[in-house]
């Protein structure tokens, strides 16, 4: 059993069905105060995908915003420009990175 995702992109791209491998998030949750009283919380993922039809892996980053306002309500916002990388382009990323930093 597997899950499956369908990525849909725009500029003229075809859908792209994918398996979730991995999923990972941070061991701590940053929040800050907005301007209007609100509790704002951070919630990225990096998601391991390969692409059923061609077999590459890729990595996508969605994530979410959590406000929790002063009246005691919740909003969930998701992050519209998550990121969708294949994973040699993100992991020369990542090394070029680890080398400058």
Same mark, same amino acid.
């Given at each position: 059993?597997? &899950?499956?995702? /369908?990525? !849909?992109?725009?500029?003229? %791209?075809? $859908? #792209? $069905? =994918?398996?979730?491998?991995?999923? *990972?998030? $941070? %061991?701590? &949750? /940053?929040?800050? %105060? !907005? @301007?209007?009283?609100?509790k704002v919380e951070f919630y990225p *993922?990096? &998601?391991?995908?390969? !692409? /059923?039809?061609?077999?590459?892996?890729?990595?996508?980053?969605?994530?979410?915003?959590? *406000? #929790?306002? $002063?009246?005691?309500? /919740?909003? #969930?916002?998701?992050? @519209?420009?998550?990121?969708?990388?294949?994973?040699?382009?993100?992991?020369?990323?990542e090394e070029a990175k680890n080398e400058? =930093?």
């Amino acid at each position: 059993m597997h &899950i499956e995702l /369908i990525y !849909n992109f725009g500029v003229d %791209d075809e $859908p #792209r $069905p =994918c398996k979730v491998l991995a999923s *990972f998030m $941070p %061991d701590e &949750i /940053i929040g800050w %105060d !907005n @301007q209007e009283g609100s509790k704002v919380e951070f919630y990225p *993922f990096l &998601i391991v995908v390969e !692409n /059923i039809d061609t077999k590459e892996s890729c990595i996508w980053s969605p994530y979410w915003h959590v *406000f #929790r306002h $002063p009246n005691g309500t /919740i909003e #969930r916002k998701y992050g @519209q420009y998550a990121s969708f990388v294949n994973i040699d382009s993100y992991l020369s990323t990542e090394e070029a990175k680890n080398e400058k =930093c």
